[in-house]
């Protein structure tokens, strides 16, 4: 009785594909009610987006001053900096870890110290095309030696990024001359004008 009706219900379908389903010369989408629930994907706002890959630690250099008073240096440490940086937001990401790193934390404590106070603020760091990178930061509160010495620090760091060759200092959004050991400077500084803070040049520095 049963293999009896399988048969008819076999035969059954062949009648029923043979008089109701015509065949067409081109593919056709089938209409969405059609479709068995498990294979519609989700649309609009409900599908999923790719989320961004876990960002990797990247190692730069930062510099703080060593040396006896009137013959300081500069002297790099190398720092982890967290991903995933956007590249155009790295030089701020380096600025602020100068700022917030004591020597200490870097091996350097009793041989170096940041002349940056650790409560100033990054307020945007942007690179131009030509390798400027304009740095606007919060009042240092600091002046004289602290202040050339502070600058020499935020100057050799940025520049040790790549396509920064030069930086322009901004004190909240108002343009700033910078203090060099010849003088202040209006407009862009590298690392040419600290030359006798420069820890891979044999001159003696001079604060």
């Not at 593919?27 to 599908?47: F, H, K, S």
């Not at 917030?100 to 170096?112: N, W």
């Not at 100057?155 to 202040?184: E, H, K, Y």
Request: glycine share 8%; aromatic share 4%.
């Amino acid at each position: 009785m049963i293999r009896r009706a399988v048969v008819t219900f076999v035969v059954a379908g062949l009648a029923a594909g043979a008089c109701g389903i015509s065949s067409d010369d081109q593919p056709r989408a089938i209409p969405d009610p059609a479709l068995p629930e498990q294979v519609l994907e989700p649309r609009g706002e409900d599908t999923p987006t790719t989320s961004s890959p876990a960002g990797t630690s990247q190692q730069e250099t930062i510099y703080f001053v060593t040396g006896p008073d009137t013959q300081e240096r500069l002297v790099p440490a190398e720092v982890s900096i967290e991903g995933p940086v956007d590249p155009a937001q790295l030089p701020r990401r380096v600025i602020d870890r100068l700022i917030q790193t004591r020597p200490e934390d870097v091996g350097l404590a009793g041989t170096a110290t940041n002349k940056l106070p650790s409560d100033v603020q990054v307020l945007d760091a942007v690179r131009q095309p030509d390798g400027v990178l304009d740095l606007n930061l919060t009042q240092l509160g600091i002046e004289g030696a602290s202040l050339r010495l502070a600058m020499a620090q935020i100057v050799f760091t940025a520049t040790d990024l790549t396509n920064i060759n030069s930086v322009r200092i901004f004190i909240d959004g108002n343009a700033a001359s910078v203090p060099t050991p010849q003088g202040d400077v209006e407009g862009p500084v590298s690392p040419s004008n600290y030359g006798n803070l420069n820890p891979f040049s044999s001159e003696e520095g001079v604060g």
